[in-house]
C-alpha cells in the first residue's frame, strides 16, 4: 500500500475526513489526467526512455532505455557509499544548487522520487531540428 | 522469482567499416562460471562471516543480493549510440 493511501485511511479512522472525501481522495490517486484531459489507471512505467535526435538521417543519435526496475536496485546500493564518498558527493551535488544530504535519504524517499519520475516527461528541441526526449514507456 | 539475463547482445562500429557483432547467450557463460561462482560464494561467505565479526555496519550478504538483484534487473536494459562513424548498442534480454 502507497505512502498516500495509508495518509487517507488514517485520516478516515481519525475523523478527520468523511468516507465520501476519503473515497474521492483514493479515486483521485488511482486515476491520474493524462495530456488529452481523459484519465488512465495509474500504472507503473516499466522503463526510462532518453532520445536524442538530429535533423539529418546519419546524423548523432541516441536513444536509451533503462528499466525503472533497475533504477531502483541501483538506489538501494547507495547505501554502501562509504561516509568518505558521502563527503564529496554532497559537496559536488551543494555546488551545483541541489543542497542534499544523501545519508538522509531512505527508501521511502527512493520510492517517491521513482513515482515522480514516471511523470516526468522532456521535449528539447533546437532551431537546428535536434531533439531530447527524456520520458517513461509503460510497456 | 528473480531470474537473471539470459541473452546479451553487443554490437560495436568504429572507422566506418569495421563491425563486431556479438550475441553472448548468459545461459552457457553460467553454467561455464559455474565452478568461480560456487568458489566465489564460498569466499563471499567466509568475508562475510569475518566482516560480521569485526562489527562492519553493512550487512555484505545484503551487498551480494543486491548485486544480483541490480544485474536481475537489467533485463531489458538497452543502449544505442549512433554516429556517423561509430556506434555502439548493447541489449540486455
Not at chain 1, 475526513?17 to 489526467?33: F, R
Not at chain 2, 550478504?61 to 543486491?66: H, I, Q, S, T
Request: charged share 25%; aromatic share 10%.
Amino acid at each position: 500500500m502507497s505512502n498516500e493511501k495509508k495518509q487517507i485511511l488514517e485520516m478516515l479512522s481519525q475523523g478527520k475526513i468523511s468516507v465520501q472525501e476519503a473515497e474521492n481522495l483514493l479515486a483521485a490517486l488511482g486515476e491520474k489526467p493524462n495530456d488529452n484531459g481523459g484519465s488512465v489507471s495509474a500504472k507503473e512505467a516499466k522503463f526510462l526512455r532518453i532520445n536524442v535526435e538530429t535533423k539529418e538521417e546519419d546524423g548523432d543519435r541516441v536513444n536509451i532505455k533503462i528499466p525503472i526496475k533497475f533504477i531502483k536496485a541501483g538506489l538501494k546500493l547507495t547505501a554502501f557509499i562509504p561516509d568518505s564518498a558521502y563527503k564529496h558527493v554532497n559537496h559536488a551535488l551543494e555546488e551545483n544548487g541541489i543542497p542534499l544530504d544523501l545519508r538522509n535519504m531512505k527508501d521511502a524517499d527512493f520510492t517517491d522520487l521513482i513515482e515522480a519520475l514516471q511523470e516526468m516527461e522532456i521535449n528539447v528541441q533546437s532551431k537546428e531540428g535536434e531533439k531530447v526526449r527524456i520520458f517513461c514507456e509503460y510497456n | 522469482m528473480m531470474t537473471p539475463p539470459m541473452l546479451l547482445k553487443i554490437a560495436l562500429a568504429y572507422d566506418g567499416h569495421k563491425r563486431l557483432n556479438l550475441w553472448i547467450p548468459l545461459l552457457i557463460l553460467y553454467i561455464l562460471l559455474l565452478p568461480f561462482i560456487l568458489i566465489f560464494l564460498v569466499i563471499s561467505i567466509l568475508a562475510c562471516f569475518v566482516l560480521w565479526i569485526c562489527g562492519f555496519g553493512v550487512n555484505p550478504f545484503k551487498f551480494l543480493f543486491w548485486l544480483y538483484d541490480l544485474w536481475c534487473s537489467s533485463k531489458g536494459l538497452r543502449i544505442d549510440v549512433k554516429s556517423k562513424n561509430e556506434k555502439v548498442f548493447i541489449l540486455v534480454i
